[in-house]
């Protein structure tokens, strides 16, 4: 009976996969809505968790591939590996329309350019204090602090280790959730209260859930203003990282 | 109908990451370069090309906005494959450079949103003298 059960779960494994994570989901936004009354998102508390059961299974199975090496939940492994990543992030590019991109004028595209290339640089000289100094470590923790998507998927195209991989996420991870829990508390001090600061704020730190929850605790009416920003920043993000920084990190520490 | 949208998306993804694979060829890096982002600027224009013709009903939108709304959760699967015991002997170095990178830009958002309306005010002085 129990072995009949785990056998369909691991011949179905991809919706095994959409299960257990549509549970994790569940907890998470229960967790978020009963102890901190929404102020730490859902989504940040999932991919906590989510590391979480990456290094159980890690230290119970000693493999490198988190969840992905319990054969039962081998299909969470597919359902965040590269083809289907690559397709849900381009389709959040579907929400930013040209037009109001424009809008945002000559401060939506520096912040957009600043964002990016600023938490790079800050991500890559942290990583090389720590010892990470080879160009594709740099650039993998580098494009983390730009955001926990653009990290590793610089890191998958150039090549990163996964432990420097799961830095990237882990130090996307905290900014995601800094932003978060810590914008409501200086709104006030960046004067964020209009679609234009939101723009720029979106712009400038980029990390999507981040800015969403932080937009919604402050005023639900600037989401929209700063998710389409954030939205391009990864994208941008995505684009920069392994071209352009990538090179310009190899050329600078050889 | 919805697949029309999900093979948009599809299409969008394919032709990216064939720009990125011909991009890393083309400067020899061993990889794909940017593809990811070439097909997200792929699908901006052409749903707002889409857009303007009228050619994209409720349905169609939907097969790209499920994928939209499934992208935390596909990030929740990614975290959840990764090697945390590895990155833990480094544990400092991401919340330093997560710290780190949110201070430096929180602190310059005021500035960066002054150059746009300088720039905007400089503008509107120059349209009144000429």
Partial sequence: MEKLIVDVLVKNGLLTGFAVVALTMMVSYWLSAKFTRGRLHGSAIAIMLGLGLA??????TGGQKGVADVPM???????????????????????????????????????????????FVVGAAVAAAFGYDDAVSMATIGAGAVTYIVGPVTGAAIGAS????????????????????????????????NPRTAMV?????????????????????????????????????????PSVL????????G | ????????????????????????AA???????????????????????????????????EGVQFWSAIYIPVVVAMAAQQNVVAALKGGPAAVLAGVLAVVVCFALIPLVERIGKEDASSFRTQVVTE
Avoid at chain 1, 55 to 60: C, R, T
Avoid at chain 1, 95 to 108: N, Q
Wanted: hydrophobic share 55%; aromatic share 8%; net charge positive.
């Fill in chain 1, 55 to 60: 290094y159980v299974s890690g230290v119970l």
């Fill in chain 1, 73 to 119: 939940l081998a299909g969470v492994g597919f359902m965040g590996g590269a083809m289907i990543r690559d397709f849900a992030i381009t389709a959040t590019a579907f929400g930013v329309h040209l037009s109001e991109i424009r809008k945002a004028g000559l401060s939506g595209i520096v912040s957009l350019f600043a964002g990016v290339v600023l938490s």
């Fill in chain 1, 162 to 193: 996964s432990d420097v991989m799961a830095l990237s996420i882990a130090a996307g991870l905290v900014k995601s959730i800094l932003v978060m829990v810590g914008t409501p508390f200086f709104a006030r001090s960046i004067h964020l209260d």
């Fill in chain 1, 201 to 241: 704020f979106g712009g400038m730190m980029g990390t999507t859930s981040g800015v969403c929850g932080a937009l919604a605790a402050i005023d639900p009416k600037l989401v929209p203003y700063g998710a389409m920003t954030s939205t391009f920043y990864t994208g941008l993000g995505c684009l920069m990282g």
């Fill in chain 1, 246 to 253: 990538f090179l310009a990190t190899q050329a600078l520490v």
């Fill in chain 2, 1 to 24: 109908m919805t697949i029309y949208g999900t093979g948009l998306l599809a299409a969008c993804v394919l032709a990216g990451l064939i720009v990125g694979d011909f991009l890393g």
């Fill in chain 2, 27 to 61: 400067i020899g890096v061993k990889a794909n370069v940017g593809g990811v982002g070439f097909a997200m600027l792929l699908l901006i224009f052409s749903s707002e090309y889409l857009r303007k013709h009228n050619l994209l009903p409720q349905p169609t939108k």
